[in-house]
């Protein structure tokens, strides 16, 4: 954790001083590597994966990556190998400048658990560079009366390796006055001082031309040379002198161009032109040179560029004041940078997902460190999110953050989340930085599909045209992608082996239109139910069932249909009526049905026609049909009614039935057909004439001869009786009676009624009943022994 940085909650907001939060972090010898500066690309550093003890499969599923603190990538990891390569060449003057040792630090990440393992890697310097002096002469004014042992500082060299490879001694060409020696500054390098070894003399030798060389460590060394230009001045009694010897002072790091730094000051007790003082910079580096200005008459050093606290904190600054004689003194002044808070924090994003599958358990979404090169109060940090979001913003090592999901995210809640990681430092005015992250919850397939109904009812006319459509169900699936795409299928009973039910009804199984494969018939089926199912395409596939029933609406397709009377062509029905009834007198009643259902089958009766209106009525809801009048001599015996029945569906169908109704005086007279009733309804056909006409003659004849038979019977049994004669009545059938007289072996006499159809083509010959019998008790010894002969004798019946 860099000093002087601080995390403090506010509702998100998270407080850390070197918490852990169960993340692992490797002991601090752990990752210490190296590599030669200049290595080309994809150098080998070291086999991380054998270094971390995991497999090569372990690595990939572990996530492991690379993070730099620059956030540059200087590192490669090959995740097949695991081996941590070089991404480029790397330049340690670049790098590190003058820093030594050059050290550049990284951070191992890896997931499943989230762990993090703090390495750095060390660049090796090669000696690539060679010492250089900024000024090619330099001319050095020395009195001669200057006392052998006088020390004369020159400006350094610079060389742009370190350690070793950067300056490590200083040598001057042979000669007999001077030589060089080597000290060492308080920055931690070292400078050539030329020592006067022998007194000088202006009149045997006015200027003196020396080399200096400046070698460093390196294998071979390298080194550069300047000219040192000596000039021997006359007596010069007093060098200037400085009011001090060091001046300290402060800038803030925003003060403007041109802003007064410091000034210098410096005295010569000498007069004329040996008082004249001039002011430079001496010994600087290029780095205080571009920074800094001095006065050369009044020592005022003034700003030439805006300072930076973050590059560099404090300033030493040598100046020089030279007289007119050329003596010289060097005072030392001091500058010390102030931070002001103008550095915003940084958020450095090490590892970033933006997708997070639903109903995952705390997943791990990002990674990620923050600085502020601001120091105190103003390098101190506050990092927090949103409120109500469900995340966790955990702190670790470092300064790293962690960010995560606090548990299951429900997709169908919320499919996606804006999360604004704010950081914002203590300074002031306190400045901020925002991150915004946008995180997808991926979806799983954790809803099935659901129908907007658990039960649809769907209405169908009959005789409808196959492929009808007859409805839709609907299923929505709250999922997204392929776990929301719905297909629908029918769910065939088990008690459908024939599978009836998928020669009725399709579905469409992209979009749950259901059509009546064939034309339906209310009369067969009037209503048939089913499940569909509606399955989702996920894996595993999510499915629901809804209730189909279809009611075949009914449609009046069916007449009526007469019961009764029972329509026969070769033999009409014939009702009987006796003159005597009253009216409203029950004659019959037309029964029918309807195949249709409700209003379709509602059936209504009505007289079309009549033989002889007003006579007959019928019934409009019930088919009764009875008298409306009392029945008079005149009106005819023989009547012909057309009856409708007509039911209610639109449009209505109907049926029609005739009835012949026959008036008689009692339903005791025998009655006949008249011809032209028969012969009206007979056919008209020739053929069927004919054979009626030889089936009346066949039935005629064959009744006389039972007729002959049985009066030659009764006569014979009479004249074994009584021996007396037997008298046959006159005519077939006296007044249509026949009289059966109490002889022979009938107890009593008895009188039938005869009808004989003779007109109607049956030749029907039937006993009625007898008529006012004439009953004579006899013996029941008698009875017993007769009855039997009676029934042998007319136990027949022609019909």
Known sequence: MEAGTLCRPRQRQVLFLFLFWGVSLAGSGFGRYSVTEETERGSFVVNLAKDLGLGDQELVARGVRVVSDDNKQHLLLDSQTGDLLTNEKLDREKLCGLTEPCVLYFQILMDNPFQIYRAELRVRDINDHSPM?????????????????????????????????????????????????????????????????????????????????????????????????????????????????????????????????????????????????????????????????????????????????????????????????????????????????????????????????????????????????????????????????????????????????????????????????????????????????????????????????????????????????????????????????????????????????????????????????????????????????????????????????????????????????????SAPCTELVPRAAEAGYLVTKVVAVDGDSGQNAWLSYQLLKATEPGLFGVWAHNGEVRTARLLSERDAVKHRLLVLVKDNGEPPLSASVTLHVLLVDGFSQPYLPLPDVAAAEAPADLLTVYLVIALASVSSLFLVSVLVFVAVRLCRRSRAASGGGCSVPEGPFAGHLVDVSGTGTLSHSYQYEVCLRGGSGTGEFKFLKPIIPNIQAQSSGRNSEENPTFRNSFGFNFQ
Do not use: W
Not at 294 to 317: A, H
């Open 133 to 569: 002096f900024r000024d090619q002469e330099t001319v050095l004014k020395i009195l001669e009366s200057t006392a052998e042992g006088t020390a004369f500082r020159l400006e350094r060299a610079e060389d742009a390796d370190g350690g070793l490879n950067g300056i490590q001694s200083y040598t001057i060409n042979p000669n007999s006055f001077f030589h060089i020696k080597i000290s060492d500054s308080d920055e931690g390098m070292i400078y050539p001082e030329l020592v006067l070894d022998k007194a000088l003399d202006r009149e045997k030798q006015h200027e003196l031309t020396l080399t200096l060389t400046a070698l460093d460590g390196g294998s071979p060394p390298r080194s550069g040379t300047t000219t040192i230009r000596i000039v021997i001045l006359d007596i010069n009694d007093n060098a200037p002198q400085f009011s001090q010897t060091i001046y300290e002072t402060q800038a803030p790091e925003n003060s403007p161009v041109g802003s007064l730094i410091a000034k210098v000051s410096a005295g010569d007790v000498d007069s004329g032109v040996n008082a004249d003082i001039s002011y430079s910079l001496f010994d600087a580096s290029e780095d205080i040179r571009t920074t800094f200005q001095i006065n050369p008459f009044s020592g005022d050093i003034v700003l030439i560029v805006l300072l930076d606290y973050e590059l560099v904190k404090s300033y030493k600054i040598n100046v020089q004041a030279m007289d007119g004689g050329g003596l010289t003194a060097t005072c030392t002044v001091l500058v010390e940078v102030l931070d002001i808070n103008d550095n915003p924090p940084e958020l450095i994003i090490s590892s970033l997902s933006n997708y997070v599958a639903e109903n995952s358990p705390e997943t791990v979404l990002a990674v990620f460190r923050i600085k502020d090169r601001d120091s105190g109060e103003n390098g101190k940090m506050l990092c927090y999110i949103q409120d109500n979001l469900p995340f966790l913003l955990k702190p670790s090592v470092e300064n790293f953050y962690i960010l995560m999901t606090e548990g299951g995210l429900d997709r169908e809640n919320q499919a996606e989340y804006n999360i604004t990681i704010t950081v914002t430092d203590l300074g002031t005015p306190r400045l901020k930085t925002q991150h915004n992250l946008t995180v997808t919850v991926s979806d799983v397939n954790d809803n099935a599909p659901a129908f907007s109904q658990s039960s649809y009812t769907l209405r169908v006319r009959e005789n409808n045209s196959p492929a009808l459509h007859i409805g839709s169900v609907s299923a929505t699936d709250r999922d997204a992608g392929a776990n929301a795409q719905v297909t629908y299928s029918l769910l065939l009973p088990p008690h459908d082996p024939h599978l009836r039910l998928a020669s009725l009804v399709s579905i469409n199984a992209d979009n749950g239109q259901l059509f009546a494969l064939r034309a339906l018939d209310y009369e067969a089926l009037q209503a048939f139910e089913f499940g569909v199912r509606a399955a989702d395409r996920g894996s595993p596939a999510l499915s629901s069932q809804a209730l189909v029933r279809v009611l075949v609406v009914d449609a009046n397709d069916n007449a009526p249909f007469v019961l009764y009377p029972l329509q026969n062509r």
